[in-house]
């Protein structure tokens, strides 16, 4: 397994915009598909985005296509969610994972092994 820890959460406006960061440890990061969720209380987990270990494929929920963009950096063990035009539903604690699920299969969270600690993103309005 992969040792996961997020950071970059924090407060801010409709229409604002964060970068989450998510540091791996381990050696065998690159044989890994990435993933963030998303979580708020009372509610289930939610796929955000994911990305194949080559970086050469993503996947984006219907919710948040077209304004966030995930990436990754082999070379230093990151794997980022840039936010861009947030809005409060996306408002939530949001997750790093990582696992080898297939391409078709990268939304679905059983597929993941790994989980950082999450991240708390607060949209105002």
């Known amino acids: 397994q992969v040792q996961l820890v997020e950071s970059g959460g924090g407060l801010v406006q409709t229409g604002g915009s964060l970068r989450l960061s998510c540091a791996a440890s381990?050696?065998?990061?690159?044989?890994?598909?990435m993933g963030w969720f998303r979580q708020t209380p009372g509610k289930e987990r939610e796929f955000v985005a994911a990305?194949?270990?080559?970086?050469?494929?993503?996947k984006y929920g219907d919710s948040v296509k077209g304004r966030f963009t995930i990436s990754r950096d082999n070379a230093k063990n990151w794997v980022y969610l840039q936010m861009n035009s947030l809005k409060p539903e996306d408002t939530a604690v949001y997750y790093c994972?990582?696992?080898?699920?297939?391409?078709?299969?990268?939304?679905?969270?059983?597929?993941?092994?790994?989980w950082g600690q999450g991240t708390q993103v607060t949209v105002s309005s």
């Open positions: 990305i194949t270990w080559s970086g050469g494929y993503t």
């Open positions: 994972a990582a696992g080898r699920p297939t391409a078709w299969s990268l939304a679905n969270e059983n597929n993941y092994d790994s």
């Open positions: 381990g050696r065998t990061f690159t044989s890994y598909n």
